[in-house]
């Protein structure tokens, strides 16, 4: 599960050179990602084998066949890596559309409190996502397409456990072009999905109730929480 996350990072030129993201891209701090947010996503689009384009994503993915994005919204944050293949709403991305969503840490829930989890260092990862264009049924192809996007989530590896059983899926910097490239075969990317390259580095603390209020995206929400104001 991954309900919540963070780009907390304040080295944005670090974090473009990371990821190739281009100048004009507006990239900000985020303390609270939430479902429904604008995330920032690295994506082929086009299914281009050689072009990146950093870019904004919904997050919570519209399936191109969807009627109603609004409901299907709130039930497509996160794709479980051992039925990605055969779900309906993930299918054609899984085989055609996946992403890189970057974040440099994450949130779980244990015993009421919640706990920040991160690389040594702060350092800046990607989760393994997928994404999806969806205009309503019959519109213009000028109207500006609705692209969304959903993280992969497999078994919760290293310090996780101790919080919870599902994790997001981790991506090994030398495995990104791997999990976005169309030629990537479907065998491999089910071993990318199951190998948690940083679960034996990743960290946790305890931090402010604050974020529980998904609509509360500021620095103290990583306070610790007898600095915390009650929520």
Excluded at 75 to 91: C, F, G, L, M, S
Excluded at 153 to 178: K, N, W
Aim: hydrophobic share 40%; net charge neutral; charged share 25%.
């Amino acid at each position: 599960m991954c309900g919540r996350y963070t780009l907390a990072t304040a080295d944005f030129g670090r974090l473009r050179a990371r990821f190739a993201l281009r100048e004009s891209l507006e990239v900000r701090r985020r303390f609270n990602v939430a479902p429904g947010d604008d995330v920032l996503a690295v994506i082929r689009p086009d299914n281009d084998r050689a072009q990146v384009e950093g870019t904004s994503l919904r997050w919570g993915l519209v399936p191109f066949w969807s009627q109603d994005p609004r409901e299907i919204a709130a039930k497509t944050i996160n794709a479980r890596a051992e039925t990605v293949a055969q779900r309906p709403a993930y299918r054609d991305a899984f085989e055609r559309r996946r992403c890189l969503i970057v974040a440099d840490g994450f949130y779980e829930w244990s015993g009421g409190a919640p706990h920040w989890i991160t690389l040594p260092r702060g350092e800046p990862f990607a989760f393994a996502g997928l994404w999806s264009s969806w205009r309503p049924q019959g519109a213009a192809r000028e109207i500006e397409p609705l692209r969304s996007c959903a993280i992969v989530t497999t078994a919760a590896a290293g310090a996780v456990r101790a919080l919870h059983d599902r994790m997001p899926v981790i991506l090994d910097p030398c495995d990104e072009s791997s999990w976005m490239s169309p030629q990537t075969p479907p065998e491999e990317l089910h071993a990318l999905m199951r190998k948690p390259p940083a679960a034996a580095a990743l960290e946790y603390r305890a931090v402010s109730r604050a974020v529980n209020d998904a609509r509360h995206d500021a620095p103290d929400c990583l306070d610790p929480p007898e600095q915390a104001a009650l929520f």
